[in-house]
């Protein structure tokens, strides 16, 4: 028996994802470099850090070929500041954190500067935001992020976290209270329903609710519809059809 597709994307699609999340590593011996789909991979030379995606980053630390540096706020002081703005702050309390800013995009502390990203441009001149998992929001030295910005939890924490616990706890600081604080955010944030600072798994895990409300609502509309119709129609038949209710279909419709 076959079972229906799920709503949306899956958990497992979103880590799949996230696995092209650029993090940093320090190798432990040397590898040569490499020509990926997603670009070229530099020369690892010991010890000296490089960036490279996680899927392979993981590989690597299984086979005891690199360690991996967890990202600057995958930290129990980081993860702290952003629970307690999550539960204490007026304008986060039934919301999630801010997002950390994407490149050109002003600090978080710069209100005066129009919070308005800056596009990059590909080799052929063509013109693109990145987003992620496209940024580097993983990696121990983040371009672009001043020490003077406030944490803030990047769009695949969850994964991310998840996958560094589950593969590299022991290149982690206090692992233990690492799981214990990415456990308690979710319980936190997920009490209002907000897109600023929202993560892909707390996406996959709404969209498939929401999906299915907007599908009622529309079936709901198209009833209330088919019956005012049927209305409409047996009025005429009755020539008891007033003009007016054209204009009203209208304005409805146009609603």
């Known amino acids: 028996m076959a079972f229906p597709l799920p709503r949306g994307i899956t958990p497992s699609e979103i880590g799949f994802l996230a696995e092209m999340e650029m993090v940093t590593v320090v190798p432990r011996q040397?590898?040569?470099g490499l020509e990926l789909l997603g670009g070229p991979i530099e020369p690892l030379v010991p010890p000296r850090r490089a960036s490279l995606?996680?899927?392979?980053?993981?590989?690597?630390?299984?086979q005891r070929r690199a360690n991996i540096m967890p990202p600057s706020w995958l930290h129990p002081e980081?993860?702290?500041?952003?629970?307690?703005?999550?539960?204490?702050?007026?304008d986060y309390r039934d919301a999630f954190s801010p997002p950390p800013p994407l490149p050109g995009q002003p600090s978080i502390r710069d209100d005066g500067l129009a919070p308005t990203a800056r596009p990059q441009y590909t080799p052929d001149g063509n013109r693109y935001y990145a987003s992620p998992p496209f940024l580097p929001q993983n990696t121990a030295q983040t371009e672009g992020f001043s020490s003077r910005d406030p944490p803030a939890l990047p769009f695949h924490w969850v994964e991310m976290g998840n996958m560094l616990l589950e593969s590299a706890s022991d290149d982690l600081v206090e692992p233990d209270q690492i799981?214990?604080?990415?456990k308690d955010l979710p319980a936190t944030g997920g009490g209002g329903v907000a897109l600023t600072g929202v993560g892909a798994m707390e996406v996959g895990e709404e969209r498939g609710f929401l999906t299915g409300v907007v599908d009622n609502l529309r079936k709901i509309g198209a009833s209330k519809e088919q019956a005012r119709r049927e209305q409409m129609a047996e009025q005429r038949?009755?020539?008891?059809?007033?003009g007016a209710q054209d204009e009203e279909e209208e304005d409805y419709m146009e609603f």
């Open 30 to 32: 040397r590898l040569e």
């Open 237 to 242: 038949a009755n020539g008891a059809y007033d």
């Open 53 to 62: 995606p996680l899927w392979l980053a993981l590989l690597l630390k299984r």
């Open 179 to 182: 799981r214990r604080l990415l």
């Open 78 to 90: 980081p993860l702290n500041l952003i629970l307690e703005v999550e539960s204490q702050h007026p």
